[in-house]
């Protein structure tokens, strides 16, 4: 025959915070430069794929640079940064904030004054782009102005 006896015991702990299922499988913020649109002086636009070159024209020269972004996974009001080096230029960052949780797209344009060129011209060379969320580098790709081989 068994006994029963009561002990004042406190109550149990609450349950440990049980992750939403989404939380579980929540992955960190993606990102990719899709691309490059060149701006002329007289508003037409030219398209530079990643790693692509175009040449220069004094005549028509590019008076902004469109860099096309894309991410997924991001949250509300995440930073990305993106770092523009420009040839014989220091780096310089711009912040991309999100206006949305989940997927986005986003245009910067860059023009020679904001980023601080010489002659407020875009001159010949390598432009390297790198896309960064916090500490970790999403992405990385550039484009190349080259020196003007036939009339434009």
Known sequence: ?????????????PPAAVASPRAAVARPVSGRIRGFELLKVNQTTTQVARGGSR??????PFTATRVKLRWTSARRAQVLRLDVRAPGHATRTRTVRVDRA?????VVE?????????????PQGRYVFTLRAGTRRLDRTSFVLSGAVRTC
């Open 102 to 106: 989940g997927a986005g797209v986003r």
């Open 55 to 60: 040449p220069l024209c004094q005549a028509i």
């Open 110 to 122: 860059l023009t020679p004054r904001g980023e601080g060129l010489d002659d407020e011209a875009f």
């Open 1 to 13: 025959m068994m006994r029963s006896v009561a002990l004042d015991l406190p109550p149990p702990p």
